[in-house]
């Protein structure tokens, strides 16, 4: 007998519950002693996709039913086991594909949410997908969560997404959940408009909340067949939750919270070019800030010094795919991050925050960049898309940064046009800004390698980078003619070639080689790129460099 098998049960289930589902099931295979443990473990995660695919649930297939009834059968054992032995069903996590209608297997799962229920559940997560394709609100394609989910006194953790419906009958029926400090709701629908705010109102210890995508029934719908069957949830109003420190709300177009502990707040309004309504005056504790898709009014100067002046202690700012005017100054004493993403119409960005620690830059659009001041710990890591032409703008872009604090640049490459003679006149003899690290999405690069010189020099005369790294989906030669131009071992035609100034990367060396899909590092380079996996998306190459 193995040495663990005789520690204790407690200790056994913590060993359990850091392995992964998978993993943690094979462990009945090792001793009597593990199987016990196994079958008394309180926690059970079950996802109908390591019992079935889509094609064996099909009408029509052989495998159809007895497939279903392995998984209906082992979660109904496992629950009727820990419940016959007095145990407490800790945790239920359920993802569910095509599997849930009223001729299929709704009834079990109302069974084992009963049985959780009523033993003490302290997390539930039920996640469907696939049951109801196209929007189609027909009875016969949502879940109907059962009644006895309010009854569950010990739940700390609720977690709703997919294709469920929540009736109105809750309305009816004061819920038990003064227990719950997370809430999850995404793509859920209620049956009635104040279903969810008074769902939300009994939590009164919510830490917590999500509320993605959800939306109401229509029953007009039912008298007159023009009329649309759902819609998105248009209002929230979230008072009184003096606990609350996480919000994250994305689909509603108009949201007021007043809750003075919120420290995170997450929102994206429904439709982008609309105007929306957000109002979080009250939460003067707010730490961290994330907007996305705000694009009906652009976000000015003005907009930010009542941001920063409101929540003192504002720590990080994130803002995406927003509307911005051309100019924006950024002035805070505790800013610490700060993230722009796909943000139109900006021209030029000045920063005056001496504790600023991060700023991620995303965007096709280079603007001006500026730090008046900022922390000696300050990184910054711009991601942006080059053509192959324009590297010009791109050594500019990257100058007007200081070297002290470009700890990044993520470029995403790809080919538009098939003109090269404009990289040779290209010439830098200069040692460019120096970056921690440079990585290249190569989309494309051009099949032949006359060209690849010049786009070498074009390259690395916009930056030297400590490390450089090369994400591609299928091989490409110009990875191994890099290789082999910084090994000497081929020469090709770049800037030397054109003039009497030598290219001052031909005294890079490169110093390692690693790879995301070997471990050992001593593998030759070729082979390297040979054991590239062909069903990886994206592989990555990284060359370690210096001077």
Not at 235 to 242: A, H
Not at 382 to 392: A, S
Request: aromatic letters at 12%; glycine letters at 4%; a neutral charge.
């Amino acid at each position: 007998m193995d040495r663990l098998s005789g520690l204790p049960k407690t200790i056994l289930h913590d060993i359990l519950a850091r392995l992964s589902d998978k993993d943690a099931a094979k462990t009945i295979a090792l001793s009597k002693a593990w199987r016990d443990t196994w079958y008394s473990f309180p926690n059970l995660s079950v996802c109908s996709g390591d019992f079935f695919t889509i094609h064996d649930i099909v009408p029509g297939s052989s495998h159809r039913f007895s497939k279903m009834h392995i998984l209906f059968d082992y979660v109904t054992k496992r629950l009727l086991r820990l419940r016959d032995q007095g145990l407490a069903i800790k945790e239920l996590k359920l993802s569910l594909t095509n599997l849930l209608n009223p001729t299929r297997g709704s009834h079990h799962v109302d069974q084992w949410i009963q049985m959780a229920s009523e033993n003490g559940v302290k997390v539930l997560e039920l996640h469907l997908t696939g049951g109801c394709i196209g929007r189609d609100y027909s009875q016969d394609n949502w879940y109907d969560l059962p009644l006895c989910v309010i009854e569950a006194k010990s739940l700390a953790k609720l977690e709703l997404a997919g294709g469920i419906r929540i009736d109105q009958e809750f309305l009816n029926h004061s819920m038990k959940f003064s227990s719950v400090k997370s809430l999850f709701l995404s793509q859920v629908l209620f049956t009635h408009e104040r279903i969810i705010e008074h769902l939300i109102s009994h939590c009164t210890l919510i830490e917590h909340l999500t509320i993605n995508y959800c939306s109401v029934y229509n029953h007009l719908s039912m008298e007159d067949p023009l009329v649309q069957r759902s819609h998105r949830v248009k209002s929230l109003f979230l008072n009184g939750l003096q606990k609350l420190k996480d919000v994250d709300v994305q689909g509603i177009q108009e949201v007021q919270i007043d809750s003075p502990n919120l420290q995170n707040l997450r929102y994206r309004p429904l439709d982008f070019d609309a105007p929306f309504k957000l109002n979080f005056d009250s939460c003067t504790n707010l730490r961290c800030l994330c907007l996305l898709y705000l694009q009906s009014t652009a976000i000015a100067d003005k907009w930010f010094l009542e941001l920063f002046s409101k929540y003192p202690f504002l720590e990080s700012l994130k803002l995406g795919h927003c509307s911005m005017s051309e100019r924006i100054n950024i002035l805070s004493a505790q800013l610490k991050v700060f993230k722009l993403s796909h943000c139109s119409n900006l021209k030029e960005i000045n920063v005056d925050a001496p504790n600023l620690l991060s700023f991620d830059y995303v965007d096709d659009n280079k603007p001006v960049i500026s730090f008046l001041r900022g922390s000696n710990k300050l990184e910054v890591s711009v991601c942006t898309l080059v053509d192959l032409r324009d590297f010009y703008s791109l050594r500019k872009f990257i100058r007007n940064i200081p070297q002290n604090i470009l700890a990044s640049l993520s470029l995403f490459i790809y080919e538009q046009f098939h003109d090269y003679t404009y990289l040779h006149e290209f010439q830098v003899s200069s040692t460019p800004p120096s970056i921690k690290h440079l990585e290249f999405k190569v989309y494309s690069f051009p099949k032949s390698e006359s060209p690849y010189g010049h786009l070498m020099h074009c390259l690395l005369s916009s930056c030297f980078p400590k490390t450089i790294s090369f994400r591609y989906s299928r091989r490409y030669t110009f990875i191994e003619f890099f290789y082999e131009m910084l090994m000497g071992s081929k020469k090709g035609e770049c800037h030397c070639s054109s003039g009497d100034r030598k290219c001052w990367w031909h005294a890079l060396k490169i110093v390692n080689i690693s790879c995301s899909f070997m471990t050992d590092e001593n593998t030759n380079f070729k082979a390297m790129l040979d054991a590239s996996p062909k069903s990886s998306d994206w592989n990555t190459i990284t060359f370690s460099l210096e001077l």
